[in-house]
């Protein structure tokens, strides 16, 4: 077991180095980096305006174009006086340490900004997880129980409408309904909390924090009920169909002792083994059209303003910090396999 996963962290040292190593060189090949913005943008309108600006007066110096000597300055201020090649060194001998930079455009450290935003994409993300897990398992060996039953058929229907409406188009529709649009104004319509919340009580401060999370939560849940009930409806089924079944019930024993105590274990296999990578993308998820719907400034956002405005510290520290909690979540779906199902070996993981 110690061999096996030590020579999985081994693997993911090329495995990670490959993953920032393709991302860099297509970031050297996209045009429009944050230099060549800044330029447009001082040429289109003679001023610099947004978070980017501080430092840059006397850049642009109206028929006379712009300054070489700021424009020098500035590529020196973002690392792009050396060569591509130094570049990426220094990035990964700073990775190495978990020093991910300065962002561009927010003028502070990349781990600072992912932690700030952590608080909306865990909100979503753990509540998404956890709502999906203690609703499909059960709902689902309820379905493989009763399998072709009325039961069966109506929320097999009811599931797969909520997973054909996009997670978008049902906030929306939330927001009109129940957010003061055409209809109730029941909840609120941005936010984790109101304007408030510091002057609130503790259990007020818990109420108001989840009665803003009923929208957006519902928008990013429903979707995702079809796969895991289905799954585990499938799941059970197979294992009901098996001999061992029909022997267990051979000798008496009741149904709930059949199927919790030699079903479920087997059945659950499946589920198990995708709970550490779920679990773990639950607290870095981030969905840019939920967020931007309900007014969430998370991690879904902040990716896509950054890969706008070319802020390649935040794309690139990013991606290095979610490849590697990926690569330990796949690392952690493994053990669980074997956790679950004693019959599996690592000698014969090893031959995957």
């Known amino acids: 077991m110690l061999n096996y996963i030590l020579k999985r962290l081994l693997l993911m040292i090329p495995t990670l180095f490959g993953v920032m190593l393709v991302t860099f060189v297509v970031t050297q090949f996209v ?22 600006s501080s430092g840059l007066e006397g850049l642009y110096r109206g028929a006379k174009g712009l300054n070489p000597e700021r424009l020098a300055e500035l590529k020196t201020l973002y690392g792009f006086d050396k060569p591509a090649w130094q570049r990426f060194g220094e990035m990964i001998a700073n990775y190495i340490t978990f020093d991910l930079g300065d962002s561009y455009f927010h003028h502070q450290s990349v781990v600072d900004l992912v932690i700030s935003k952590l608080p909306v994409s865990i909100s979503l993300g753990v509540w998404t997880f956890l709502i999906t897990y203690l609703t499909c398992i059960p709902l689902g060996v309820a379905k493989a129980v009763r399998d072709g039953s009325t039961f069966d058929v109506v929320t097999s ?22 957010g003061g649009g055409s209809f109730w104004d029941i909840f609120p319509l941005r936010g984790l909390t109101s304007d408030n919340w510091e002057q609130m009580r503790w259990y007020e401060q818990i109420l108001d924090y989840l009665w803003h999370m009923v929208l ?22 197979e294992e009901i ?22 079903v479920f274990r087997n059945a659950i296999i499946p589920l198990i083994t995708g709970f550490p990578a ?25 990716s896509y303003e950054s890969v ?12 290095y910090l979610f490849t590697l909690l990926g690569l330990v979540a796949k690392l952690l779906t493994d053990l669980c396999y074997v956790w ?5 070996q690592f000698s014969s993981m090893d031959n995957r």
């Open 216 to 237: 957006p939560i519902t928008a990013s849940v429903v979707g995702s009920f079809a796969v895991m009930t289905m799954l585990t409806k499938n799941s059970f089924i």
């Open 31 to 52: 045009p429009g980096g944050p230099v060549e913005q800044l330029m447009s943008q001082l040429k289109g309108q003679g001023a610099v305006h947004g978070e980017a």
């Open 340 to 344: 679950v199902d004693p019959r599996i």
């Open 278 to 302: 779920a679990f773990i993308g639950a607290f870095f998820s981030g969905s840019l059209l939920i967020e931007t719907i309900f007014s969430l400034d998370g991690l879904g956002l902040l």
């Open 157 to 178: 229907t009811m599931i797969l409408v909520g997973y054909a409406i996009p997670g978008f188009v049902l906030g929306v529709t939330l927001l009109v309904l129940f």
């Open 308 to 319: 706008i405005k070319r802020d390649y510290p935040v794309v690139l520290g990013t991606l």
């Open 241 to 262: 169909r098996k001999q061992y079944v029909l022997t267990a019930r051979a000798k008496g024993l009741s149904e709930n002792r059949v199927l919790y105590g030699h």
